[in-house]
């Protein structure tokens, strides 16, 4: 680490100190005006402003000596354990899940449609192939129609094609 960096951090943990210092004394007067007793301790909360009003912040606005934890400072993030940030997240599941369901139902009834346009479409070529059976042994029995069959395969033109 170099000079700068060494003067800054001793420079910081003076005014840092001076900052508790100060704090906990403007406390321990109003403790004792309530009644109450002396407070040792800052809370966290008390401990992080006190911080970030001590630490030094770049051209960049990045705070001196808090690391990747700057992203988490004036609402650039949420803390991970934020309530509002999980109550989002799982609005935000419920949501998501209840279009899930949607979905599913819509594509179950997509699905009922096609089996049962694809159950009448067997159906009607079951009839039909049916129907062409009965055609066929019908016509197998027709004098007119042997006839023909005859006279079409003793052709000799049947199969050529005109231009």
Known sequence: ?????????????????????AKLAALDNDDQADGT????ELSHEEDDELFLQSTFISDRGTYFGVGSLGSFINGKRKFPGSSSNFTSLQKHL???NRKIEQQAALQAERDAEASRVAAEAL???????????RLV????????????LESQTN??????VQN
């Open 94 to 96: 419920e949501e998501a």
């Open 37 to 40: 007793s002396c407070r040792s």
């Open 137 to 148: 042994s019908f016509l197998k029995t027709n004098p007119n129609y042997v006839a023909f």
């Open 123 to 133: 159906r009607v070529a079951s009839e039909q192939q049916a129907e062409i059976s």
């Open 155 to 160: 052709d000799p033109n049947l199969f050529d």
């Open 1 to 21: 680490m170099g000079l700068l960096g060494i003067r800054r951090r001793k420079q910081f943990m003076r005014h840092i100190r001076k900052k508790r210092e």
